[in-house]
């Protein structure tokens, strides 16, 4: 056989070797490389959104969290992992419409302890990844804001005999965005109602009224809480007033108290004061240590690419 024959037989197989290994190597193992969570530090109950690619359009893939105690990133401490969805690209508890490879996942997380969870995507078609979310459960944030009559106009003002609202801004735990999210099995949402019994307002400064010390709001939409058509006793011109709005973390035992003040016919500019002053974690997105190589079983396809090289210039030298 002549020896450029020879050389473009080597040069063949050598080539369908390459795309064996790509074919084999590199398209299984490159699926789910991505888990990303958002944030990836919360509070017991806030909602984290859940990405990762796919091995396979359409396919489905489970969410499981694994509370990891002596924080080494691994399920070594003799816990357990729980289930959190399955999870359809572009179908059952998929947060878009159509099939990308990728699915956007929102959990809801349940009261857990504080400390360091191991977030786990099962890919059937390709590797399983794990990504590291913390929770701190940090206090609520409370902004309270009393408004009179007008409530274009009339903050920090109430008017004897006249109705007047109180409204809070809450931050520091995300319960409050999920009122009507689709509920599931393991994704179970939130009752509203409960929501409404984790806030209270005193208002009996305003009111007169003893029964108003622990008054539950009338209305809980993100991201505030409100009373609203409350009338105010008789009160002396020019004096200040206040409210004392009181909200508890899901995670319990979490209890922020902040007071909000107004003038009587004359609007006062207070700051509310609170005894709340821890912040929550920033958010930052994670991906899984296992990512760091788009591509696993590349450098084996340099490997054989130049070893056909060298075959190809001993031919040459024959």
């Given at each position: ?5 020879h ?18 190597t590199i398209?299984?193992?490159s ?6 969570l ?40 003799g816990?357990s ?82 109705q ?52 539950a709001?009338?209305?809980v ?10 009338a ?44 709340e ?42």
């Open positions: 056989m002549p020896r450029s024959a050389a473009m037989i080597l040069l063949l197989l050598s080539a369908i070797a390459v795309l064996l290994i790509v074919s084999t398209s299984p193992t699926a789910t490389t991505i888990v990303q958002q944030p990836n530090t919360v509070s017991s109950g806030d909602r984290v959104y859940l990405t990762a690619n796919l091995a396979r359009n359409a396919s489905t893939v489970t969410l499981s969290y694994y509370a990891d105690t002596n924080k080494n990133g691994k399920d070594d401490d816990g992992w729980v289930k959190i969805a399955n999870v359809t690209d572009g179908g059952a508890n998929d947060g878009k419409n159509t099939s990308t490879g990728f699915i956007n996942f929102q959990w809801l997380t349940p009261q857990l302890p504080s400390g360091q969870y191991i977030v786990k995507v099962e890919d059937p078609y390709g590797p399983t990844r794990t990504t590291i979310l913390t929770v701190n459960n940090a206090k609520l944030k409370l902004i309270p804001t009393i408004v009179g009559p007008n409530i274009a106009k009339d903050t920090g003002l109430v008017k004897p005999g006249e007047f609202s109180v409204s809070t801004e809450v931050t520091g735990n995300c319960r409050l965005c999920h009122t009507t999210d689709k509920p599931t099995a393991q994704n179970p949402g939130v009752d509203e109602q409960k929501v409404k019994n984790a806030f209270s307002a005193d208002l009996s400064g305003i009111t007169g009224l003893s029964t108003d010390t622990a008054v709001p009338d209305y939409k993100h991201p505030l809480v409100q009373w609203i058509g409350i105010s006793k008789t009160l002396a011109d020019n004096q200040t007033v206040n409210v004392t709005v009181i909200g508890t973390n899901p995670a319990g035992n979490l209890t922020t108290q902040s007071t909000a003040f107004a003038g009587v016919n004359k609007a006062v500019n207070i700051p509310p004061t609170s005894n002053n821890s912040t929550q974690g920033a958010a930052s997105s994670a991906q899984s240590s296992g990512s760091s190589n788009p591509l696993p079983g590349f450098e084996a396809v340099f490997a054989v690419v130049g070893l056909t090289f060298v075959a190809y210039l001993v031919t040459r030298r024959r």
